[in-house]
């Protein structure tokens, strides 16, 4: 079952059958609009990527959504492609003959996609991180040099921390009860405000979350005030800054990170060490775009692949 912020329950399935109901009518309309004839979804073959770490009864439950949310039915099982999320995203740069990255820019990306490049793919969600290895053939053809693989390391791990943290500070009860009061100010503190920082926290530095103006008078309602509870933590580490905003001072910036890039960068360097020739190592997805992330692979790396 899947289970809301409300606390309302629905089998999964039957959400993802919803989810998938709205897309296909999104894409439905927007490949009409470039088109001389509004375009039926019997014409579309559709391609769903799911992790790389499901296994074959989730990627059923996947498949059976999609013929609840009338993308196809059993009769026409062919039009459904199940595709794992890090080959789609490797099919994709190569379509694009990228193979650069801020941890290995590639000098000629010309040369990226030749015959004989061996490359791992990483791509690094908000849920999941899954890799693949592959070797890029003649005639545009790429093979798979070691399963898809890969664990529950995405970035809402980071948002967990963050989540703990705020419940060590202002208390587990009064977060929880903030948390079911004012679910979309919850949401806006950990989807937006800290997601910014998030991505954009650059090494050695503080990063700084504005707390919502309600969270304020919850917390006075509560009986406690924002500066007086970051003063009881008694951590030179957390301040309040202008009384609106949390300033977190690095160290406590890396505690949030390290255990979740620590067991990233241990499962790469496995693959790295287990196949021989890998040339190139590309990060992909929403969580790649931290900083932090994109550091620490760069130095927990360099020097494993053979080229860059």
Not at 74 to 95: F, G, H, N, T
Not at 123 to 151: K, P, S, Y
Request: aromatic fraction near 10%.
């Amino acid at each position: 079952m899947a289970v809301a912020a409300n606390g309302a329950e629905l089998p999964v399935k039957t959400v993802f059958a919803f989810a998938l109901a709205h897309f296909k009518k999104a894409a439905i309309s927007q490949i009409s609009s470039y088109s001389s004839h509004d375009v039926d979804s019997a014409e579309v073959k559709w391609v769903i990527t799911v992790p790389a770490i499901w296994n074959d009864g989730a990627k059923q439950i996947m498949r059976e959504a999609a013929y609840e949310a009338g993308l196809t039915s059993l009769l026409q099982p062919d039009r459904l492609v199940i595709a794992l999320e890090p080959e789609a995203a490797a099919l994709y740069c190569k379509s694009i003959n990228l193979m650069s990255t801020d941890i290995h820019p590639a000098e000629n990306t010309s040369l990226a996609y030749q015959s004989g490049t061996r490359y791992l793919l990483a791509d690094l969600g908000g849920g999941t991180v899954d890799v693949t290895v592959h070797e890029v053939e003649r005639d545009d053809l790429i093979r798979e040099l070691h399963h898809a693989t890969g664990g529950a390391w995405g970035g809402t791990y980071v948002d967990e921390k963050f989540a703990e943290l705020l419940e060590s500070i202002f208390g587990k009860d009064s977060m929880q009860k903030f948390r079911s009061e004012y679910r979309g100010d919850w949401v806006d503190l950990i989807s937006i405000r800290f997601e910014g920082a998030k991505r954009y926290a650059e090494f050695g530095e503080n990063i700084y979350i504005e707390l919502p103006p309600s969270f304020h008078d919850f917390m006075k309602d509560e009986g406690k005030s924002v500066n007086d509870c970051i003063n009881r933590f008694n951590s030179t580490d957390i301040k309040c800054r202008r009384g609106r905003s949390l300033a977190i001072c690095y160290p406590e910036v890396e505690k949030l990170f390290e255990s979740i890039l620590k067991s990233i960068s241990d499962h790469l360097k496995s693959l790295l060490e287990k196949i021989s020739g890998i040339q190139f190592v590309v990060l992909v997805g929403g969580f790649a775009t931290s900083k932090l992330l994109q550091l620490y692979m760069k130095k927990a790396l360099e020097g494993r692949s053979e080229e860059r």
